[in-house]
């Protein structure tokens, strides 16, 4: 077994290790059934420029340790999966953050429901009378 399947097979096997956005990369990239050199040319940034390189589309997919991609290489990115920009956003949150996302809502709504967590129980039943009273429920 060569040293770079090792590593692999490795990560694949510690539960603390997320791979949603590598997954979502190596999955696309098999979908639109391209060679890892024609995905990466069409990994472009439309507003900067800047192109994602083959080394690291590789290293991604194969667990190798990989720098977290900024909003350029997840536009470049976006190009070459023909995906919305929010779901890549979303699996690279997950995978290199530990974010997970909140399906639908604003930033806003995500923030003030991230924190409901931390209220305590007996509390949560007086702020859902006081979210009821400003913004009566749908029926």
Same mark, same amino acid.
């Given at each position: 077994?060569?040293?770079?399947?090792?590593?692999?097979?490795?990560?694949?096997?510690?539960?603390?290790?997320?791979?949603?956005?590598?997954?979502?990369?190596?999955?696309?990239?098999?979908?639109?059934?391209?060679?890892?050199?024609?995905?990466?040319k069409k990994?472009?940034d439309?507003?900067?420029?800047?192109?994602?390189?083959?080394?690291?589309?590789?290293?991604?997919?194969?667990?190798?340790?990989?720098?977290?991609?900024?909003?350029?290489?997840?536009?470049?990115?976006?190009?070459?999966?023909?995906?919305? !920009?929010?779901?890549?956003?979303?699996?690279?949150?997950?995978?290199?953050?530990?974010?997970?996302? !909140?399906?639908?809502?604003?930033?806003?709504?995500?923030?003030?429901?991230?924190? !409901?967590?931390?209220?305590?129980?007996?509390?949560?039943?007086?702020?859902?009378?006081?979210?009821?009273?400003?913004?009566?429920?749908?029926?």
């Amino acid at each position: 077994m060569a040293a770079n399947d090792e590593q692999t097979r490795d990560h694949g096997q510690d539960p603390e290790r997320r791979t949603q956005f590598a997954d979502l990369i190596r999955q696309r990239r098999a979908e639109l059934n391209e060679s890892l050199d024609t995905f990466a040319k069409k990994a472009i940034d439309p507003v900067s420029g800047e192109q994602v390189k083959r080394g690291w589309i590789y290293r991604l997919e194969t667990g190798l340790t990989v720098t977290p991609p900024g909003i350029e290489e997840l536009r470049a990115l976006r190009a070459a999966c023909e995906l919305p !920009l929010e779901q890549l956003q979303d699996a690279a949150g997950q995978q290199f953050h530990g974010v997970d996302p !909140l399906k639908g809502g604003s930033a806003v709504a995500t923030a003030y429901v991230r924190k !409901l967590d931390r209220v305590p129980a007996d509390q949560r039943a007086n702020l859902m009378r006081l979210i009821d009273s400003l913004v009566p429920p749908e029926e």
